[in-house]
T-cell receptor, first 113, second 114 residues
Framework: DQQVKQNSPSLSVQEGRISILNCDYT??????FLWYKKYPAEGPTFLIS?????DKNEDGRFTVFLNKSAKHLSLHIVPSQPGDSAVYFC????????????FGTGTKLQVIP | EPEVTQTPSHQVTQMGQEVILRCVPI?????FYWYRQILGQKVEFLVS????????KSEIFDDQFSVERPDGSNFTLKIRSTKLEDSAMYFC????????????FGDGTRLSIL
């Protein structure tokens, strides 16, 4: 049941450059999308989200883009820092209080100093 | 910043034994969730809980599983008779009530069934 797909299991980027993480979804009922960051031995940490009424949301160095027609979203990190090295999960849900979140498989980002 | 706390961080249990995983959600949140992640696999939804009842559960959440909010702060997941395949990281999450609210996760309990 691959409703949320992250096709790149890993990504290496030089410090200071842009990191672009991609995600595709198949369920048209999803209208709320999130990115979580996860370090080993910790839980997923909420990073940034976007609702389907927007196509871009920005928070500091992090920007999420949503292309509804392509069912595609991406996370841009500019500039990338070594502390950004972690596994990034794309996730999606339907809006509403108790809706479950469906996670992708994650992309391991390594930022090289 | 408020956070979700989970105890214990690691639980080792013999197969067939009961186990209770505990969570303290963020204090003003009213929606609570359990997820699990088997090693090497995706984070999977187990159950959501609101107003003292289950809102939704996955097919993983069978009769061996139950959740409870025994008081105003704790939220628990009980597995009645553990199986080897229950070995996983179990994450508790909570979220606010209005509109588009992200779920915030605890650091998880690693459950190892022997």
């Amino acid at each position: 049941d691959q409703q949320v797909k992250q096709n790149s299991p890993s990504l290496s980027v030089q410090e200071g450059r842009i990191s672009i993480l991609n995600c595709d979804y198949t369920n048209s009922m999803f209208d709320y999308f999130l990115w979580y960051k996860k370090y080993p031995a910790e839980g997923p940490t909420f990073l940034i989200s976007i609702s389907s009424i927007k196509d871009k949301n920005e928070d500091g160095r992090f920007t999420v883009f949503l292309n509804k027609s392509a069912k595609h979203l991406s996370l841009h990190i500019v500039p990338s820092q070594p502390g950004d090295s972690a596994v990034y999960f794309c996730a999606a849900s339907r809006s509403g209080g108790y809706q479950k979140v469906t996670f992708g498989t994650g992309t391991k980002l390594q930022v090289i100093p | 910043e408020p956070e979700v706390t989970q105890t214990p961080s690691h639980q080792v249990t013999q197969m067939g034994q009961e186990v209770i995983l505990r969570c303290v959600p963020i204090s003003n949140h009213l929606y609570f969730y359990w997820y699990r992640q088997i090693l090497g696999q995706k984070v999977e939804f187990l159950v959501s809980f609101y107003n003292n009842e289950i809102s939704e559960k996955s097919e993983i959440f069978d009769d061996q599983f139950s959740v409870e909010r025994p008081d105003g702060s704790n939220f628990t997941l009980k597995i009645r008779s553990t199986k080897l395949e229950d070995s996983a990281m179990y994450f508790c999450a909570s979220s606010g009530t209005a509109g588009y609210q992200p779920q915030h996760f605890g650091d998880g309990t690693r459950l190892s069934i022997l």
